[in-house]
């Protein structure tokens, strides 16, 4: 009987710890992150996330998932699917880093999904949409405005290189991100202005056919685009062993930041904090934002689709709701390029 008992009580004891050791295990495998799970919601059927809304409401993940909220995002379509504003790039990058976190399965798939439709969008010359698959207006064109397809290059170039936590995804995606990454290379190098013989920088935006420069929203002229051209710039640095084309784009595309840059300019609101123009100030260096192809001077876009030449000539709203200067290539010029011209001599 005593053998009965004590055959009894470990038996017991051996489910107890099998019972334990499942549910430890299935605490572990649904170990969640606040920010992924969220995404997860708003993800599209496409693969990709919107930037806005069906009705124009910004993706604000710190909002709290309310009935109406998540009516909005079920009525969201894949044709809000972009690549603007850090939209899809952001979602794939946490979710990578939420999965590397977590082991959470759901969330590596997610991101996968959201790279397969990143293969898609691209374009055959290596160029990225806006968006996709919604070719409507300006948004078909190859995108660097607001560092849109530099964003995209930067994951492929992570998978290629297993950076940034990009080391998780399926090694299938190795192979494509390498062709992604030499394409868009080639598409970034085709795209570079040439003024007089003379390679200088990039546009905000191109026709997808021609890859000639082209305006986007009525204020945003075809024209040189100093604060997108240091995202390209940066995204050509990291390149490995980088080619005589790509050295050279690099080289050039500095010099033309030196030739184009304003000292004693600051863009900030006057002392009385009505208005916003360029102020006297002796330690400041800043670029335009555009810059004209053909006289290299400073421009400025309005919403009834004229070009200025003086920021005060624009209208109160644009001139005090853009980013119409900015300090953009500073670091770059000053530490980034000296440090990788030292790398690559």
């Known amino acids: 009987m005593k053998n009965i008992t004590k055959i009894f009580l470990l038996l017991s004891c051996l489910s107890m710890y099998s019972c334990a050791s499942a549910q430890n295990a299935t605490q572990i495998t649904q170990k969640t992150d606040e920010l992924a799970e969220k995404m997860l919601i708003y993800q599209l059927s496409n693969g990709a996330w919107p930037k806005q809304l069906v009705g124009g409401a910004v993706v604000k993940y710190e909002m709290p998932l309310t009935d109406a909220l998540l009516t ?195 863009f900030a609101k006057f002392p009385d904090g009505k208005d916003t123009g360029l102020i006297a100030d002796a330690t400041s260096t800043i670029w335009a934002r555009f810059y004209d192809f053909n006289t290299n001077k400073p421009i400025f876009g309005d919403r009834d689709n004229s070009v200025k030449n003086n920021v005060a000539d624009i209208s109160f709203e644009r001139r005090n709701g853009y980013a119409w200067y900015g300090a953009w290539p500073l670091n770059l010029i000053a530490k980034d390029y000296p440090k990788w011209q030292k790398a690559n001599q």
């Not at 439709?117 to 190859?142: C, H, M, T, V």
């Not at 980088?242 to 595309?253: H, L």
Request: proline content about 3%; overall charge positive; some cysteine.
């Open 72 to 266: 909005k995002i079920k009525a969201t379509t894949e044709m809000h699917a972009t690549i603007d504003n850090k939209a899809t790039s952001r979602e794939i990058t946490a979710l990578v880093k939420a999965y590397k976190n977590t082991s959470n399965q759901a969330y590596l798939k997610a991101a996968e999904r959201g790279l397969d439709y990143l293969f898609k969008a691209q374009y055959a010359n290596g160029g990225w949409p806006q968006y996709y698959p919604d070719k409507s207006s300006y948004r078909a064109e190859i995108t660097y405005n607001d560092d849109a397809m530099i964003n995209v290059m930067n994951i492929m170039l992570n998978i290629v290189t297993k950076t940034n936590d990009f080391d998780v995804v399926n090694k299938s995606y190795l192979g494509k991100a390498e062709d992604a990454v030499k394409r868009g290379v080639e598409c970034i190098l085709k795209t570079q202005v040439v003024q007089n013989g003379k390679l200088t920088i990039w546009g905000a935006q191109y026709d997808q056919n021609t890859l000639k420069p082209a305006k986007a929203r009525n204020f945003e002229p075809a024209s040189y685009s100093t604060s997108e051209s240091v995202g390209i710039v940066k995204f050509l640095m990291r390149l490995k062993n980088p080619s005589i084309d790509v050295k050279n784009a690099v080289t050039n595309a500095i010099a033309w930041f030196e030739s184009a840059k304003i000292t004693g300019f600051k």
